[in-house]
């Protein structure tokens, strides 16, 4: 579930990140290198966290921590894009939040860990191969989702809003 759901919300906002930072914030296409590079930076930075994590949190430990801090992720993203056209703020908001998100890539490694801990040698890359069809999945089918989840929107702008309530749900309906 978590090499499924993980890649599905990371690759969610890849269409849209474009669109919203040209066309509805009026930035530079060299923006949207930079809001991707702050992920990714945290990206690694999430990998080498991982090793001082692991000496004082279980894997169940660490992944609570990840998804709580995807939680206010998705809850920063959607703030920052509450308001149609955007605030002052928006942006800076916009890069802390996927900052944020990418430091808690570190998900990925602990499925594998856990089965090469736990699972008998001959059922191993059974499992792992499990695990990675999953993540494959997800990676391609995150971007059609957050592109199909901005598609049902009302409007442009609250379709950007929908990689947020990816993890939210949608702030307007509480549901």
């Known amino acids: 579930v978590c090499n499924f759901v993980t890649p599905l919300d990371t690759q969610a906002p890849t269409p849209l990140i474009p669109l919203l930072v040209t066309a509805a914030l009026g930035e530079p296409i060299s923006t949207?290198?930079?809001v991707y590079s702050a992920k990714t930076i945290c990206s690694f930075i999430s990998f080498l966290m991982l090793f001082p994590l692991a000496r004082c949190l279980s894997p169940r430990g660490i992944l609570l921590l990840d998804f709580s801090m995807r939680f206010v992720s998705g809850m920063l993203y959607t703030f920052a894009l509450a308001t149609p056209g955007g605030q002052p703020y928006t942006l800076s908001v916009i890069y802390v939040a996927r900052g944020m998100y990418g430091l808690t890539l570190n998900s990925f490694a602990l499925p594998a860990t856990w089965i090469?801990?736990?699972?008998p040698l001959d059922e191993r890359p059974a499992?792992?191969?499990g695990i990675m069809a999953s993540l494959t999945?997800?990676?391609?089918?995150?971007?059609?989702?957050?592109?199909?989840?901005?598609?049902r929107m009302p409007d442009q702008w609250s379709g950007f809003q929908t990689s947020g309530y990816g993890i939210l749900g949608d702030p307007r309906t509480n549901e």
């Open 32 to 34: 949207v290198g930079k």
């Open 116 to 119: 090469s801990i736990r699972m």
């Open 127 to 129: 499992r792992i191969a």
């Open 137 to 151: 999945f997800g990676v391609v089918l995150g971007p059609v989702l957050g592109s199909l989840m901005a598609s």
